[in-house]
């Protein structure tokens, strides 16, 4: 099974709301991720988890806040959040955090509007 | 620095017709290559990956790519498009600690 699920599929929220996304692994993989993608472009890496620990923040707003509850659940947490962060939040997980040849795992993703 | 090109944002092919989506990387980036496909308000899901264990590697739905050291490639190739190619393609390297995307090519397909 290579599956990473994330909830919701969608989700719109005011920019006075505090909203989470969650994201569920059952590969035994020790590293998680969160991305941000907007349309037709790559996605762009927010936070690695590795061994649960944040191992990357990539420089994001303290308006997004992840969070590792155990090494199968990965969530992010939104609040104050603007029109300009809209865009599909993808979660992935690998085997390890440094490992080459690891394949990343991606999710479906939540489509977010902040309105 | 580590980074991964991808030569035309936009490819169109008509169905039938070869594939070839291309992907070069930089000298730096260590040979661990990927390809991904994202259909529509999806995730990215893997075509296939390159570990040096082979240099022309076969992946789903019919595609494959060719690690070239020479020429700095992998460039990705289907010899007969199908309506259901239609996507957006990744070509990524993965360093150990990150993902390198590139720009991304969509791919239209042509009945």
């Known amino acids: 099974d290579t599956e990473v699920t994330q909830t919701p599929k969608h989700l719109v929220m005011g920019m006075t709301n505090k909203k989470s996304l969650k994201c569920e692994q059952h590969m035994g993989h020790r590293a998680m991720y969160w991305y941000k993608q907007k349309a037709k472009k790559p996605p762009e890496l927010m936070f690695v988890y590795s061994y649960e620990k944040l191992s990357i923040n990539e420089s994001v707003p303290s308006r997004f806040s992840p969070e590792c509850p155990n090494s199968s659940l990965l969530n992010l947490h939104l609040h104050a959040l603007q029109p300009e962060d809209s865009a599909l939040y993808l979660c992935?997980?690998?085997?390890?955090?440094?490992?080459?040849?690891?394949?990343?795992?991606f999710g479906p993703g939540t489509r977010l509007t902040v309105l | 620095a580590q980074s991964v090109t991808q030569l035309g944002s936009h490819v169109s092919v008509s169905e039938g017709a070869l594939v070839l989506l291309r992907c070069n990387y930089s000298?730096?980036?260590?040979?661990?290559l990927f390809w991904y496909v994202q259909y529509p308000n999806q995730g990215l899901q893997l075509l296939l990956k390159y570990t040096s264990a082979a240099t022309l590697v076969k992946g789903i739905n019919g595609f494959e790519a060719e690690f070239k050291k020479s020429e700095t490639s992998f460039h990705l190739t289907k010899p007969s498009a199908h309506m259901s190619d239609a996507a957006e393609y990744f070509c990524?390297?993965?360093?150990?600690?990150?993902?390198?995307f590139g720009t991304g090519t969509s791919l239209t397909v042509i009945p």
């Open positions: 000298s730096s980036v260590p040979p661990y």
């Open positions: 992935a997980s690998s085997p390890r955090l440094a490992g080459p040849a690891d394949t990343q795992y």
């Open positions: 990524a390297a993965n360093t150990g600690n990150q993902f390198y």
